[in-house]
């Protein structure tokens, strides 16, 4: 692995949706990292077009390539054609096997060390399911192929950091499935990887509780009296960091946040709602746990604006960017 240019490989997602364009957008700017993007190439030809400028130019790219610098308007590719042409806006399922088999490729090219991270386009849950190809999430299949027992979803935006103990779940199942045992594992991942990959000496965790004002003493549910403070009391006792539980209506204003290195929010909508509206259209989703680097976008596959060259690449810019550093210090830690 090289030590001063870590390679990056981009998958470009759904492509009925705007990651095809995102992606070849983005091959148009500079950038320190080399870039390898994982797709169709004649359709990353096809939606550059619709940007200005230039075609971009996409050579064929195999594992044994050497490295080198990024040239704008040129992006490599390791071919995934598509099954049937893809029309903007319309999904179809006979595209799914190709999304589902560039993600798989990703992972196994950084799990051998040809990449150095992996960043990735939004892929469509629902139209990859209906293909016949169960598919929960990028977090799911990465845990999934890299034997991750418990992979930690964080939303990051500038200097806030958002992290789930639980991630695409039913609200109705959010109470059973924040155990003792899930939400040690959960925090005892994020505090290692704040350390690890965020070269954070000792975290600061803002935990918040699961229910209205962290439960009311017991009189709006007693999750946080049974489970959430008697889990951060042992691992403070460890030696973490951990603040909480907190009324997640206040964990987030300014004096609470103030010297947090991250918040650990109990579900999915409590707390990336407030992240997103902190940062959208920049903000990056990370995944914790894993023994590779991962980055992705913090918003969906925008059918309605795929082929129309108006869709916001600020996302994957700065998950690119993101994901280089994040490989740079990997390389440059001890041991």
């Known amino acids: 692995m090289s030590e001063q240019r870590p390679r990056i490989a981009i998958t470009c997602g759904e492509p009925a949706g705007i990651g095809y364009e995102l992606v070849a957008a983005a091959a148009m700017r500079s950038h320190a990292a080399e870039l390898v993007a994982i797709g169709d190439p004649a359709l990353l030809r096809e939606r550059s077009r619709v940007l200005d400028g230039p075609e971009l130019d996409t050579p064929a790219w195999t594992p044994d390539a050497p490295r ?11 071919p995934v054609p598509m099954a049937h042409p893809a029309q903007p806006g319309t999904l179809d399922p006979a595209n799914a096997e190709a ?36 598919f929960s999430g990028h977090t ?13 979803m964080m939303l990051v935006a500038g200097d806030l950091r958002v992290a789930l103990a639980t991630t695409h779940l039913p609200l109705r199942a959010v109470p059973e499935a924040i155990t003792p045992e899930r939400l040690e594992a959960v925090i005892t991942a994020l505090h290692h990887d ?25 009189h709006l549910g007693r999750e946080e009296i049974d489970v959430i403070e008697p889990t951060l009391e042992r691992l403070r006792a460890a030696g973490l960091g951990l603040v909480g539980p907190l009324p997640a209506d206040t964990a987030f204003t300014p004096r609470a946040l103030e010297g947090a290195d991250a918040v650990l929010a109990m579900y999915h909508d409590q707390g990336l709602p407030v992240l997103k509206h902190a940062g959208f259209g920049r903000a990056v989703n990370v995944t914790l746990g894993l023994p590779i680097v991962r980055t992705s976008v913090d918003h969906g596959t925008a ?28 390389q440059h830690r001890p041991g």
């Not at 999304?99 to 469509?124: F, M, N, W, Y």
Request: proline share 5%; aromatic share 0%.
């Open 68 to 78: 080198q610098a990024h040239r704008v308007g040129r992006l490599p590719v390791d």
């Open 99 to 134: 999304v589902v088999t560039s993600l798989k490729r990703a992972v196994r090219l950084a799990a051998e060390g040809q990449v150095d991270a992996i960043v990735t386009a939004p892929v469509h849950k629902g139209v990859i399911n209906d293909a016949g190809l169960p």
């Open 140 to 152: 799911e299949l990465l845990a999934e192929m890299t034997a991750t027992e418990t992979p930690v």
């Open 194 to 218: 704040l350390v690890d990959k965020f070269a954070i000496a000792a975290p600061r965790i803002l935990v918040t509780g699961l229910n209205p004002h962290a439960g009311e003493g017991g």
């Open 303 to 330: 059918l309605e604006l795929a082929g129309t060259g108006r869709a916001d690449g600020g996302s994957l810019q700065a998950a690119i960017e993101l994901a280089a550093d994040l490989a740079l210090r990997r």
